[in-house]
């Protein structure tokens, strides 16, 4: 596994539209396990294939609870709101309130290939939310209510994904 770079806001990876995985393979694990170990590295609750530069709908996500590898995701399902405040791995030392669906339910593949779904609510839900966004190149910032200070986010919220 390796560390890749993270893409920061302002390279126009950021904003383009990724491409379906085809084919799981050799290289796509590659990524995702380099995806995993950029993650946990920045000490992020999720990473977007795009933020290390791949064009691709992968994305991986941890908010405590172990590791979800998304790929191809596909929102089935969302409902509720929640309004938190969010930070990203690639636009450092920004915090927004952004508001989201409370329950999200997505089907995407694992990394053999099968396909599962998978329901968050609360911080998983919005992990979903700012990932898939990611891979349609939209941005937390797009979507901001209002910025806060670090010191006002709570500890729990800290995310940055
Ligand atoms: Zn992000």
């Known amino acids: 596994m390796a560390k890749r770079e993270i893409r920061k806001e ?3 990876v950021l904003r383009k539209v990724t ?23 920045a000490d992020g609750a999720g990473l977007a294939a795009p933020q290390v530069g791949i064009l691709k709908r992968i994305c991986v996500i941890d908010v405590g609870d ?8 596909k929102k089935l399902n969302e ?5 938190q405040a969010e930070g990203c791995l690639s636009i450092p030392g920004i ?11 997505v089907e995407a593949l694992n990394r053999k290939g099968e396909k599962y779904t998978i329901e968050g609510t609360g ?10 966004d990611h891979l349609d ?7 901001v209510i209002r910025y806060v200070e670090l010191d006002k986010v709570k500890d729990r919220d800290k995310d940055k994904a």
């Open 10 to 12: 302002g390279d126009e």
């Open 19 to 41: 491409k379906p995985v085809e084919e799981i393979n050799k290289k796509i694990l590659q990524l995702v396990d380099d995806m995993l170990e950029t993650m946990y590295g």
């Open 66 to 73: 172990g590791p979800v590898v998304l790929i191809n995701p």
């Open 79 to 83: 409902s509720g709101e929640q309004i």
């Open 95 to 105: 915090w927004g309130e952004v508001k989201r669906p409370d329950r999200v339910t």
């Open 123 to 132: 911080m998983l839900a919005r992990a979903f939310c700012h990932e898939i």
């Open 137 to 143: 190149g939209i941005l937390f910032t797009d979507k």
